[in-house]
């Protein structure tokens, strides 16, 4: 009966182990993966980005020269914008923007979105258009579904912490 008891407690004490290990290796992969995207150049995520969608939506030579300014422009704000945006942060070192600038910043978001696709509308045929709309549901739901795993997770460390202390 003894030997079953510390089998177990080793069997147990093993798994645990595993899956912090585990985890921590998914951290690293992703911590890499973010600093992957922050060595590309704006013209290179554009070119990346535009050759995806090549594959995906079956573009001709024009789609895709059209496709590629819209997205070197994009990637040019989005860099700029990232920019500011950890500057701010080291600036304010924690303190949250105010509701104004939050709703600012949304609704502007929601701009950028509606001029993309009304751009994207005009260079693409309408079935390519519907297919581009689909994968983009479907890459915002796959979106949420990370964002509310992080959430879990945060949560969850959160409470272990909170365990600890």
Same mark, same amino acid.
């Given at each position: 009966?003894?030997?079953?008891?510390? /089998?177990?407690?080793?069997?147990?004490?093993? *798994?645990?182990?595993?899956? $912090?290990? %585990?985890?921590?290796?998914?951290?690293? $992969?992703?911590? $890499?993966?973010?600093? !992957? +995207?922050?060595?590309?150049?704006?013209?290179?995520?554009?070119?990346?980005?535009?050759?995806?969608?090549?594959?995906?939506?079956?573009?001709?030579?024009?789609?895709?020269?059209?496709? *590629?300014? /819209?997205?070197?422009?994009?990637?040019?704000?989005? *860099?700029?914008?990232?920019?500011?945006?950890?500057?701010?942060?080291?600036?304010?070192?924690?303190?949250?923007?105010?509701?104004?600038?939050? &709703?600012? @910043?949304?609704?502007?978001?929601?701009?950028?979105?509606?001029?993309?696709?009304?751009? @994207?509308?005009?260079?693409?045929? !309408?079935?390519? &258009? $519907?297919? &581009?709309?689909?994968?983009?549901?479907?890459?915002? /739901? !796959? +979106?949420?579904?990370?964002? %509310?795993?992080?959430?879990?997770?945060? *949560?969850?460390?959160?409470?272990?912490?909170?365990?600890?202390?």
């Amino acid at each position: 009966m003894k030997k079953l008891v510390l /089998i177990a407690i080793a069997f147990v004490t093993l *798994q645990v182990t595993a899956q $912090e290990q %585990k985890r921590e290796h998914r951290k690293g $992969e992703h911590k $890499e993966s973010v600093h !992957k +995207q922050d060595d590309l150049t704006p013209e290179q995520m554009a070119t990346l980005q535009t050759k995806r969608m090549a594959l995906y939506l079956d573009l001709t030579d024009a789609q895709q020269r059209g496709i *590629q300014k /819209i997205n070197l422009v994009n990637a040019k704000e989005r *860099q700029a914008k990232s920019e500011t945006h950890k500057n701010k942060r080291a600036s304010n070192k924690g303190e949250k923007p105010s509701q104004e600038a939050r &709703f600012n @910043m949304a609704n502007e978001r929601l701009d950028k979105q509606i001029a993309y696709k009304k751009q @994207m509308r005009s260079i693409l045929s !309408k079935e390519q &258009f $519907e297919k &581009f709309e689909k994968g983009s549901k479907r890459k915002h /739901i !796959k +979106q949420r579904k990370r964002g %509310k795993q992080r959430k879990q997770v945060k *949560q969850r460390m959160k409470k272990q912490r909170s365990k600890r202390s």
